[in-house]
């Protein structure tokens, strides 16, 4: 997978929370249908540039502090898209992802621990536009503050 950008590409900023309770989370067991993919680093190594516009809505994304260790959180989307998209603010470690789709399908992102700072991320290329439910993220900020929020890609 190599490192794709989209000028058409409309992107959405989704709300997410998180689950502080969760020292060492667990991802939830998925359906019968799961996709694993190994990411290419290349994709997480170069921020995208010109994909966001100025100001982000930062209100709609999960502030992380770093004497926390690795919290799980989650973004519901139930929203159609082409790909998603990491915003960071600060640094944060990323371990896994998964994308739980409307029609059962879950693919489990190994992020391999990959440590990110300010900019914009591609996660996941669908291809073609598919309805996702929600992504799980396990992330921990190695900045004093880090903020993480999901973006979802579309055509216009």
């Keep these: 997978m190599r490192l794709r950008v989209f000028p058409w590409a409309a992107l959405l900023l989704l709300s997410g929370s998180a689950d502080r309770a969760c020292a060492a989370p667990a991802f939830e067991r998925p359906p019968a249908q799961v996709r694993v993919q190994?990411?290419?680093?290349?994709?997480?190594?170069?921020?995208?540039?010109?994909?966001?516009?100025?100001?982000?809505?930062?209100?709609?994304?999960?502030?992380?502090?770093?004497?926390?260790?690795?919290?799980?959180?989650?973004?519901?989307?139930?929203e159609s898209g082409t790909g998603l998209?990491?915003?960071?603010?600060?640094?944060?470690?990323?371990?896994?992802?998964?994308?739980?789709?409307?029609?059962?399908?879950?693919?489990?992102?190994?992020?391999?621990?990959?440590?990110?700072?300010?900019?914009?991320?591609?996660?996941?290329?669908f291809g073609a536009a598919r309805e996702v439910s929600r992504v799980r993220l396990e992330v921990r900020a190695r900045s004093a503050r880090a903020r993480v929020g999901l973006r979802l890609g579309r055509q216009p």
């Excluded at 540039?49 to 709609?60: E, Q």
């Excluded at 915003?87 to 371990?95: C, H, L, P």
């Excluded at 190994?110 to 996941?124: C, H, K, P, Q, T």
């Design 85 to 125: 998209f990491l915003e960071v603010d600060g640094q944060a470690q990323f371990e896994g992802a998964e994308i739980w789709f409307a029609d059962g399908e879950v693919r489990t992102i190994d992020l391999r621990s990959s440590i990110r700072g300010d900019g914009l991320f591609e996660l996941a290329d």
């Design 38 to 78: 190994l990411i290419d680093l290349l994709n997480l190594a170069r921020p995208i540039v010109g994909r966001a516009s100025a100001r982000s809505d930062w209100s709609r994304s999960v502030p992380l502090e770093r004497d926390r260790d690795w919290t799980v959180v989650r973004f519901e989307v139930r």
